[in-house]
């Protein structure tokens, strides 16, 4: 295969991402029961403590911190910290289910040529950022090339050339 500059290393997709954190237990609860994931088969050959999650063609792996009284958690609810970010059917269902479960997040809006994107930041157990977001209004337009998609293809027949110009 030749290496090329858009993907040197040929990757194909992300796969997971790991978090560390104070207990294995409440973070897997947090992770299936808030936001949908479920545990999968983790390799019996580790001697430490772990979860695997997946869902949304992502894992999540949770390790158990060796020194969990010594980590630190974040109480701030900051859109410009580490996260990760989900899309959402309804950002108006997941508000209210936020309420419901009695979760704190912070709300946020982003325009951009009549194009606006809604954000809900929360934090999981340990103090990780969350978002949920309707994302996928916003279309991906490299700064260098010609090709523009959504980061949802399903939403990119909504997206009007007028929009696409006010980008370009």
């Not at 858009?6 to 609860?29: F, G, M, Q, W, Y």
């Not at 994931?37 to 983790?42: A, K, T």
């Not at 954000?119 to 309707?134: A, K």
Request: charged share 25%.
């Amino acid at each position: 295969m030749k290496e090329t500059v858009a993907n040197p290393l040929h990757l194909k997709s992300l796969n997971h991402i790991s978090l560390v954190c104070r207990s294995v237990e409440e973070s897997t609860d947090f992770y299936t029961n808030v936001l949908g994931f479920f545990p999968i088969r983790r390799p019996g050959s580790f001697d430490f403590d772990g979860a695997w999650l997946f869902n949304y063609g992502i894992g999540i792996h949770l390790l158990q911190s060796e020194h969990p009284d010594n980590m630190i958690k974040k109480t701030e609810i900051n859109p410009k910290d580490n996260h990760i970010s989900f899309q959402c059917e309804s950002m108006g269902a997941v508000e209210k289910k936020l309420k419901e479960m009695g979760i704190t997040y912070k709300r946020q809006r982003v325009e951009e040529g009549g194009i606006y994107v809604d954000q809900l930041f929360f934090h999981d157990p340990d103090g990780f950022m969350i978002e949920i977001c309707n994302c996928d209004n916003l279309p991906v337009i490299p700064i260098a090339g010609e090709m523009v998609r959504s980061c949802s293809r399903l939403n990119l027949g909504i997206i009007t050339q007028k929009q696409l110009q006010t980008f370009v």
